[in-house]
């Protein structure tokens, strides 16, 4: 996988080959760290970069962060300010995608969360597809259940709940799905293994909402916002049963990595008409004329990385 040049850690941006860890490092061993998966895509015409919702991203992680008792000294504003620098470092030209994270620093053996010292890092990746087949998935509902937020709170991203979304990818893969569908311990469609899910019923959106151990998706609400403002259409919050997602006309699921990625059939079944369906294809436009800051009216989502 390429990697960018230089990365963020230990207070400042030095080469990624100097970015290293410990293997004695406490959010390695136990999986206390918490990250965001963010984006920034190229926009031809303007010749610049633009990141996509960066404040509502760190407004996450620092949430995050919270529930996992770090009291870390950044706020969004100063978390901006350092991804800036750093993707001004390698002068990026094309989409890309990066990821912070704030993580247990301190070495040795003891788990808990309090009084360890936590450190902020972020490295950059160039954009890829994160599901093949982004316009016609086959998933499955996976055997595995979605993790609890009195387990390990969902509606974050803690690095060591994401065990649970490699277990779910894994099977799903192997058994030669593109995704999975997961269901929560209530017995009701959460997520798949890295990204929201959407179904479209009698006309209306319907997305579970954040009780229901999803993650509070930012890619979620950016959609939740198009399918309102920009389709005119009602759009639902409420619990999703295994299998209304059998008789609905489209699905469709949404994440930063996986964009809207329209999902075709569901364990051999076809969803609706078994291709793309109307809403989802709309949306899919929308949403990318909106992160390449291609639509003025979302420009407040947009911020330029000067050069
Ligand atoms: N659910 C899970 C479990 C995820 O890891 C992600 C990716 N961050 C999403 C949903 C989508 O969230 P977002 O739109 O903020 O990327």
């Keep these: 996988m390429d990697l960018s040049k230089h990365a963020y850690f230990e207070g400042k941006i030095v080469p990624l080959a100097d970015a290293k860890i410990n293997i004695a490092t406490h959010g390695f061993l136990y999986g206390t760290a918490v990250f965001g998966g963010m984006r920034a895509y190229w926009n031809e015409e ?10 509502d991203h760190f407004r996450r992680l620092l949430h995050s962060a919270r529930m996992m008792a ?35 620093a301190d070495l040795g053996i003891g788990v808990r969360l309090h009084d360890l010292r936590d450190e902020l ?8 597809k994160y599901v093949k087949n982004d316009t016609n ?31 779910i990818k894994t099977d799903a893969n192997r058994s030669g799905f593109d995704e ?4 929560d311990q209530n017995g009701h469609v959460s997520e798949g293994s890295a990204m929201n899910i959407f179904m479209v019923r ?29 389709l005119n259409m009602e759009v639902v919050e409420r619990s999703i049963d295994r299998t209304e997602v059998f008789v609905s006309e489209e699905i469709f699921m949404t994440g930063t990595a996986a964009q809207v990625t329209v999902v075709t059939k569901v364990d051999h ?36 990385v000067p050069q």
């Design 202 to 230: 009698d006309g209306v959106v319907i997305t579970p909402p954040v009780t229901d151990n999803v993650l509070e998706g930012i890619t979620r609400r950016t959609i939740i916002e198009l399918a309102r403002k920009e």
């Design 46 to 55: 303007k010749k610049r970069l633009f990141v996509f919702r960066p404040y």
């Design 70 to 104: 770090m009291p870390v000294e950044y706020d969004e504003e100063s978390l901006i300010q350092i991804t800036l620098d750093l993707l001004k470092t390698d002068q990026w030209k094309q989409d890309i995608y990066f990821r912070p994270s704030f993580y247990k």
């Design 269 to 304: 079944r076809p969803v609706g008409a078994g291709v793309m369906g109307p809403v989802a294809s709309k949306l899919r436009t929308l949403y990318d004329g909106v992160v390449r800051a291609q639509n003025p009216k979302y420009a407040h989502w947009n911020l330029e």
């Design 137 to 167: 998935a086959h998933v499955t509902f996976s055997s595995w259940r979605r993790i609890d937020d009195n387990a390990i709170p969902a509606r974050g991203k803690v690095a060591g709940a994401y065990a649970n979304s490699a277990l």
């Design 121 to 128: 890092c972020i490295f950059v990746i160039p954009f890829e």
């Design 180 to 183: 999975a569908l997961v269901l």
